[in-house]
């Protein structure tokens, strides 16, 4: 509660989605934005445009993570250009694709441009399925052709699935399949019913309960070699709390970030908390990116104001919080309580609290000496994992004996990491720079998806 004449500071945009167009080869049932063939280009933000944004946002937080999805990116022939534009000013690019469009020379653009990775969506491995549900015949043969591609190239990527009724049973072998392939998430998304998945009918609680149950089941699985998340249902967060104290998951700030570390920009330049909340908060073509973050209601509502319903009373609610994009989609108030949750709060709970002393997503001031240039190499990392990456790099560094951090302990922090990604080390744990979330001893963790790598899944 902020008392009068108080202020608090103002959270930091961690990550920024970015839709880029709401052109799309493909109509999936359960698209957020509707995204399809028959939109136009013309209402959609220029190249010159974007930039001008970019820099709002870099002035605002010069290291974000950036995800530029659509609609379908790939359409847009100055996704490079402002995917490097992003790179340089200093944000960590990734793109969110259905996949289809991902060539060889596609792939190269993206990593000439300094994308560092690739979220493509699967949703069964049955084409019957996947291409009924894309409304696009032979589109699962091209995404898997993609990711195939996307191995060779060597660029990150992470795999999405939507779970319906007619994909419930196929989870594992998809979790299963993504790891076999080397992706570094396999993050399951829960219907939201906005945009055409308003006309869809998603899980029921209970159903809701069981995917969620085997989700935090298959993390376990996957721990250490690939991430598995869900997506829009931050309840997982009560499963893992109940029966995984050791869960990576557990140094995330979990809680719903939409409003608060994360935001969503339209084709048309409008900011949303989420891709998946629609209620503008501000117009990025008339107002400055600042602007609109610090001073908008809807955000401020997001940051101090009271849940209500079920999630209101939850003990569960500084971990969980509900999904505020699905809230919105029920009842139209984006604080309400999210009704896809089967658990019942009796309001007379103590409070869970999260584990993590420092979580993704927070700061975290150097307690050691740093050298200039490991100072340095920290300050090229995405904002929101930089906390827990300098409380794990001097954790380790005391463990040693070590009384400062130079470039030759980060590395050797990177050596220790007890990840085994065959190719390389994914850009999050840093392609030459030794972040160490998941130094020796810590769970090992995946920091750059606070909800990230966002598409239409
Ligand atoms: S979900 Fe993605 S791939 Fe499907 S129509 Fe929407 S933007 Fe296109
Ligand atoms: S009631 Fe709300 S806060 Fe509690 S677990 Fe369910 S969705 Fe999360
Ligand atoms: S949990 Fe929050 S960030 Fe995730 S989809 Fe829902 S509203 Fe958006």
Not at 82 to 105: C, F, Q, R, Y
Not at 215 to 232: H, I, N, P, W
Not at 328 to 343: M, V
Request: one cysteine or more; glycine letters at 10%.
């Amino acid at each position: 509660m902020i008392g009068p004449g108080e202020t608090t500071p103002v959270p930091v945009p961690h990550v920024v989605a970015w839709n880029i167009t709401r052109r799309c080869n493909l109509a999936c049932s359960h698209c957020y934005i509707s995204a399809g063939s028959w939109h136009a280009a013309s209402g959609e933000l220029g190249t010159a445009e974007c930039r001008a944004i970019l820099d709002d946002i870099i002035d605002v937080n010069p290291s974000p993570l950036l995800i530029l999805s659509g609609g379908e990116p790939l359409v847009r022939d100055d996704l490079e250009e402002i995917a490097a534009h992003a790179t340089e000013a200093g944000a960590t690019v990734v793109v969110g694709t259905n996949g289809t469009g991902l060539t060889d020379a596609r792939i190269e653009s993206l990593k000439g441009a300094g994308v560092q990775g690739v979220a493509v969506s699967v949703d069964s491995l049955r084409p019957e399925y996947h291409d009924r549900f894309r409304h696009g015949g032979g589109a699962l043969a091209d995404t898997m052709a993609a990711v195939d591609r996307l191995v060779e190239h060597e660029l990150d990527f992470v795999v999405q699935a939507t779970v319906t009724r007619g994909n419930r049973g196929e989870v594992g072998e998809l979790a299963a399949w993504a790891a076999a392939l080397g992706a570094v998430s396999f993050n399951l998304y829960f219907l939201v019913p906005t945009g055409r998945g308003e006309r869809m009918e998603g899980l029921s609680p209970e159903e809701n309960e069981s995917v969620l149950a085997e989700l935090a089941e298959l993390e376990r699985t996957f721990r250490g070699r690939m991430m598995v998340r869900s997506k829009c249902q931050p309840q997982l967060m009560r499963h893992v709390i109940e029966a995984d104290d050791g869960s990576p998951l557990l140094n995330y700030r979990t809680r719903c970030p939409c409003g608060v570390n994360y935001c969503r920009i339209t084709p048309e330049g409008k900011l949303t908390p989420c891709p998946y909340l629609p209620a503008v908060a501000g117009d990025l073509t008339v107002e400055t990116f600042r602007d609109v973050w610090e001073r908008a209601e809807l955000f401020q509502a997001l940051r101090h104001g009271t849940l209500g319903g079920r999630c209101g009373r939850c003990e569960y609610r500084e971990v969980c919080g509900g999904c505020r994009a699905r809230a919105f989609a029920q009842s139209g108030d984006a604080l309400g309580a999210d009704e896809s949750c089967a658990y019942e709060p009796t309001g007379d709970q103590p409070m869970v609290k999260r584990r993590a002393e420092v979580s993704y997503g927070e700061g975290a001031d150097p307690e050691m000496p740093w050298t200039a240039e490991a100072t340095a190499r920290l300050g090229r990392i995405p904002s929101f994992v930089r906390g827990v990456v300098t409380r794990r790099v001097e954790d380790f560094a005391r463990d040693r004996g070590y009384a400062v951090v130079d470039l030759d302990v980060m590395a050797e922090v990177r050596r220790a990491l007890p990840v085994d990604f065959s190719k390389k080390l994914p850009f999050f744990l840093g392609g030459g720079t030794a972040t160490a979330p998941g130094a020796p001893g810590q769970p090992q963790g995946q920091p750059a998806r606070e909800h990230a790598w966002g598409h239409n899944a």
